[in-house]
Structure formats: C-alpha cells, structure tokens
C-alpha cells in the first residue's frame, strides 16, 4: 500500500467517523449513516463483481456508475474495494475523477451543517 492509498484511507475512515459522531449526537438525520452505509457497502461490492469480471473477460462496469456512487458517499467503500482488490487505481482519468466526486460529496454533506 502507498502512501496515497494510506491517506486516502485514513479520510474515509475519519469522514465515516464524523457521520456517525454527528448522527450520535443528533446534528444528522440517521438517514445518512443509513446512506453511507449502503452506498458504501454497494461501492465496494461493484468494485469486487468489477475485479471479477476484469479477471474472467466478463462485461464490465461502466465508471460513471464508480462515479455516481462515489458521488453519493459511496467513496469510502470504493477506496476500500480499490485497496482490496487492487482495482481501478492506475488509470489517472478515473483517480482524477473518482477524487472529485469524493470532494464534491463531502462538500455537500459539509453544507448541509452552514444551511
């Protein structure tokens, strides 16, 4: 594991901290820890069926669906699925896409706290 890979970890585990601190204390709704959780566990889901169908010359996953998910707070699973299965993190296009909607998630769950 790089150390790119450790920092992206450390953010997502510290993101999911934050989500379930927040709901804990009531700030959140619970519908997102639910939220992260399922978007998560679907994330890293499609990136094994992904690593599979790679390996096996199967149809393939589009990325914009790896993107949407990310999009929609699935991105700590997706870095999980990506470390796990040493998948999808060479190709730049996607790395550069992938971060964005990741930052582009958190931003949103961070206005949701000034609004």
């Not at 790679?54 to 699935?74: D, M, V």
């Amino acid at each position: 594991m790089n150390f790119k890979n450790i920092i992206m970890f450390m953010i997502a585990v510290t993101y999911s901290a934050f989500i379930v601190y927040y709901q804990s204390i009531q700030l959140l709704p619970i519908i997102f820890l639910y939220f992260l959780v399922a978007s998560s566990l679907l994330s890293f889901l499609f990136y094994g069926i992904d690593k599979i169908a790679a390996i096996k010359n199967w149809r393939r996953t589009p990325e914009k669906y790896f993107h949407l998910l990310a999009l929609c707070s699935g991105w700590p699973g997706s870095i999980l699925g990506q470390l796990l299965f040493h998948h999808k993190t060479t190709k730049a296009s996607f790395r550069a896409w992938f971060y964005l909607m990741s930052l582009l998630n958190m931003s949103i769950v961070l206005l949701y706290f000034f609004y």
